[in-house]
């Protein structure tokens, strides 16, 4: 078994970039368990290919499940408690909704047919316990697949082993690693004499030593070899790659001579866990002084990483910074580290989890934690400063992709001797991030770790403070933010931009309760603060602030006048995201409440575009709702409908239902009634389903691009994807197709499954919008392909 992935999005199940071997059985007994049981694990020793087998598995049994499949995966998170916030991010629930993350995670999942595979639970396994036990109980067709060296042990659970490879001799006995035979049957396999572990070893020897074979001379060498690591897929890869400097012959001998000192020259068997063990041992003695020590300080990051932050994160006197690169290709080239390349992100490393583990336990990391720290703390802080400032996507992006090192400073901060205050400006730097990419449970959760730091009166409180009742705002949990705030300006001789930012936030506060009077005299002393303070962020999100009150208050003149401040502010050639988005979406909406019906929809246009790119599901579900509104003011109530139900496609992608103020509600409920009148019940509700079922892309497509002139009686189509839009594969499939051929010929052709040769033909329907395989004919040929 191999283990090579490729940069993906959260929750996608990887490609396989290196062959797959054997476990046939395996898979036909997974197949068979997950026809008849909502849990299933798959068990085994590390580095024997769990991982590799549940997600060969979960491709293959895809179409089964109509909401698909869900990865969730778990090496890099510690914190049990943020076990339900990663299962939400991976099935893109930013956390808009103030209840708790269990309940918004459940409700989502309560109806849908959906495989979540959990892979790496067993440093998890009471709260994957916990979580496995609830969903079963809570929902009606969720599968749980999941990966750990020890079962969850969950009523309804069943169990999968994953055994070692199978080793046949070379007189045909077969077994697996040292435990003799009784291991071959199917998937002992043959690998011209050897089985299914000297076919992996062929392959990845192949690798990195071109023209390697198993041929009669070696096949010996290769078989001892084999059965000397227990047939355990990691273990026989990193013997694979010494062949780059050592024959095969000393490459045995050397094992040998490595078992003998360790068993005390007795041939008994070891456990597999120390035959890993063993081999990883191997490797690292195989190490230079700088790899060993490169390899154990690349232990601290929790998820992958570029050669920039292994050079802050590892290097000193001892290991220099201009030494990081040079070690760290080397550790690429001994199979320690794995490289990862992505046209959008380039070349980044990770480590294994069985050898981040290892490497953990081979050095003393407080250093090098604490330089993690450093580095994601500058991160936010640089991304506080200039949270309201060109390439704000950018900035976001990245942080979202080191999300699983993001936590890990944050629990190695809290946890680390002297670095409390850092955790505290770390968590409450990140406040523009929790916010632009939907993770407000989890950004309140940091609050309240470092509230906890820092009981008595302090900068740190205030802002911690401040900071969670921000979040609990705009999760409309109005009474905790009150709560916050009031504690928060309590402490006011701390008079810096996070307690005058705190009052932009209670007045934002009091303003989605219509306490408005209340709500003008907090927004007056905030922007006295702020303008003391000279702090233009805090000023541009309390016009924002004050432009939503005013526009909640049936008062758009006002409205529209602070949203040009914050604007002025932010300047007209602003690459800003977050807050330019909001501003567009409410001065639409006091456009729409003066009947400038075509000044509104080019502002809520603007508020979809940015929304939309900067992954906003709250702000894209609200921009498609004003231009449902808009849709429904030129009495075209079929693109009403559909429009509408492609915002509460986005509320439920965003964990909640609507969170509309009492105004909005009215708007939303008067157009349904409307649009429900015009187009009957059923024709009302099959648009709305349409619109709710349609891709992403596609919906922002088709609510950009449809003209206004449109007639209204024409059925809302979204606008697909061009030919280019297509992966190669689907491209190749495609052509293939319009010269005839069907999907088991192209399946031959390609050297693919018929299975996979039916996925791809679905998503080409799917993206050109086809419902036959002459429509993609004619598609190709319109566009020359």
Not at 676 to 690: D, I, K, P, S, T
Request: proline content about 4%; glycine content about 8%.
């Amino acid at each position: 078994m191999a283990f090579g992935v490729i940069q993906r999005r959260t929750g996608e199940l990887p490609m396989e970039v290196t062959g797959f071997v054997g476990r046939s059985a395996e898979l036909r007994q997974l197949e068979g368990l997950l026809e008849r049981a909502r849990l299933v694990t798959v068990t085994g020793p590390g580095g024997v290919g769990k991982t590799r087998t549940a997600l060969r598995a979960a491709a293959r049994l895809r179409s089964r499940y109509a909401h698909g499949v869900c990865l969730v995966e778990l090496t890099g998170l510690r914190d049990p408690e943020l076990l339900t916030h990663t299962l939400s991010t991976c099935l893109g629930l930013p956390e808009q909704d103030s209840r708790d993350q269990l309940d918004v995670l459940v409700d989502h999942l309560r109806e849908r047919e959906i495989l979540l595979v959990l892979d790496t639970c067993e440093h998890l396994v009471d709260a994957c316990a916990m979580l496995a036990d609830i969903l079963l109980r809570e929902t009606r067709a969720v599968t749980l697949l999941t990966t750990s060296r020890q079962p969850l042990d969950v009523p309804g659970e069943y169990t999968c082993p994953v055994p070692p490879l199978p080793v046949r001799d070379v007189d045909g006995a077969a077994g697996t690693g040292n435990a003799g035979a009784g291991a071959g049957g199917a998937d002992a396999g043959d690998a011209r004499g050897g089985g299914d572990a000297v076919e992996l070893f062929e392959q990845r020897a192949a690798a990195v030593l071109p023209g390697f074979a198993v041929t009669g001379r070696n096949r010996a060498d290769v078989v001892k070899l084999c059965r000397r690591l227990d047939g355990i897929p990691l273990a026989l890869e990193l013997a694979a790659v010494r062949l780059r400097a050592v024959p095969l012959g000393q490459l045995v001998d050397r094992l040998e001579d490595r078992f003998r000192l360790l068993t005390g020259g007795r041939r008994t068997a070891l456990p597999r866990h120390q035959t890993l063990r063993t081999a990883i041992d191997w490797s690292y003695g195989l190490c230079d002084a700088q790899e060993r020590l490169l390899w154990a300080r690349l232990s601290v990051f929790a998820g992958s990483f570029d050669v920039a932050a292994a050079e802050e994160v590892c290097a000193d006197a001892e290991l220099p910074r201009e030494e990081i690169l040079e070690t760290l290709i080397h550790l690429v080239d001994k199979s320690v580290v794995l490289r990862e390349d992505d046209e959008e992100h380039g070349t980044r490393y990770r480590l294994l989890d069985t050898l981040r583990e290892y490497g953990a336990e081979r050095g003393e990391l407080g250093p090098a934690r604490l330089r993690h720290v450093e580095r994601y703390a500058a991160l936010a802080a640089d991304f506080d400063a200039r949270f309201l400032h060109d390439g704000q996507l950018a900035r976001a992006h990245a942080l979202r992709r080191d999300h699983a090192d993001v936590r890990a400073a944050l629990e190695y901060a809290l946890a680390l001797p002297g670095t409390a205050t850092t955790a505290a400006a770390l968590a409450g730097g990140l406040w523009g991030y929790w916010l632009a990419t939907g993770r407000m449970t989890e950004g309140r959760y940091w609050q309240t770790r470092v509230l906890e730091r820092f009981p008595a009166p302090c900068p740190e409180r205030v802002r911690a403070l401040s900071v969670r009742a921000s979040l609990a705002t705009f999760q409309r949990d109005l009474a905790a933010a009150d709560a916050d705030l009031s504690a928060a300006i309590e402490l006011g001789p701390l008079d810096d931009v996070h307690a005058a930012r705190a009052h932009a936030h209670l007045q934002l506060s009091l303003a989605a309760q219509h306490r408005f009077a209340e709500a003008a005299t907090v927004a007056a002393e905030a922007e006295r603060r702020m303008r003391a303070l000279g702090d233009r962020t805090g000023l541009c999100v309390l016009y924002g602030t004050m432009a939503y009150g005013f526009q909640l208050a049936g008062e758009p003149a006002k409205c529209l006048a602070y949203c040009r401040l914050g604007h002025r502010i932010l300047g007209e050639r602003s690459g800003e995201h977050w807050l330019r988005g909001y501003l567009f979406f409410v001065s639409g909406m006091a456009h729409y409440a003066r009947g400038a019906f075509e000044q509104s929809a080019e502002d809520v246009g603007r508020a979809l575009r940015l929304k939309h790119e900067l992954g906003d599901p709250a702000g894209t579900g609200y921009a498609l709702s004003g231009l449902a509104w808009l849709a429904a003011a030129d009495e075209r109530y079929e693109r009403t409908a559909w429009l509408q139900g492609a915002a509460s496609a986005r509320w439920i992608s965003a964990g909640s239902r609507p969170r509309l103020t009492a105004t909005m509600e009215r708007y939303d409920q008067h157009v349904r009634e409307v649009a429900r009148a015009a187009l009957g019940e059923e024709r009302y509700a099959l648009l709305r389903r349409r619109g709710a079922d349609c891709p992403l892309e596609d919906t922002v497509a088709y609510a950009l691009d449809e003209p206004r002139a449109a007639s209204p009686r024409a059925a809302p189509r979204p606008r697909h994807a061009p030919a280019d839009a297509l992966t190669r594969r689907e491209r190749e499939v495609a052509a293939l197709v319009s010269q005839g051929l069907s999907n088991r010929q192209i399946a031959e052709r390609l050297v693919i499954s018929k299975r996979t040769v039916d996925a791809h033909l679905e998503h080409i329907l799917a993206k050109f919008g086809a419902s036959s395989r002459t429509e993609i004919a004619a598609r190709l040929a319109a566009e020359g392909h």
